[in-house]
Nanobody, 115 residues
Framework: QVQLAESGGGLVQPGGSLRLSCAAS????????MAWYRQAPGNERELVAI???????NYADSVKGRFTISGDTAKNTVYLQMNNLKPEDTADYLC?????????WGRGTQVTVSS
């Protein structure tokens, strides 16, 4: 069983920045990927960014050039640096980990972009 603890959400003005963190319990061993999804009210959950362990990263077109996903294997933590935030980035951001082929979700952290 993997437990995920997200933090870093909040209210920010358009053009601002936030850094989300997701700490996973246990070791990095066996982890296949770590990712961030988001879901706004009335919308489907969408992939924002994914970090494949030992591999590459991928981003949704809507966040390319603005968001950066990174990981700290020693801390078993994945980060999402979000710059130049827009009102349409407002959503609940959820951490996702695939470990030994099983999917785990965090509870989410709310990001609100508004003036």
């Amino acid at each position: 069983q993997v437990q995920l603890a997200e933090s870093g959400g909040g209210l920010v003005q358009p053009g601002g920045s936030l850094r989300l963190s997701c700490a996973a319990s246990g070791s990095i061993f066996g982890t296949n990927s770590m990712a961030w999804y988001r879901q706004a009210p009335g919308n489907e959950r969408e992939l924002v960014a994914i970090l494949v362990i030992g591999g590459n990263t991928n981003y949704a077109d809507s966040v390319k050039g603005r968001f950066t996903i990174s990981g700290d294997t020693a801390k078993n933590t994945v980060y999402l640096q979000m710059n130049n935030l827009k009102p349409e980035d407002t959503a609940d951001y959820l951490c996702n980990v695939v470990k030994y082929g099983r999917l785990y979700w965090g509870r989410g952290t709310q990001v609100t972009v508004s003036s």
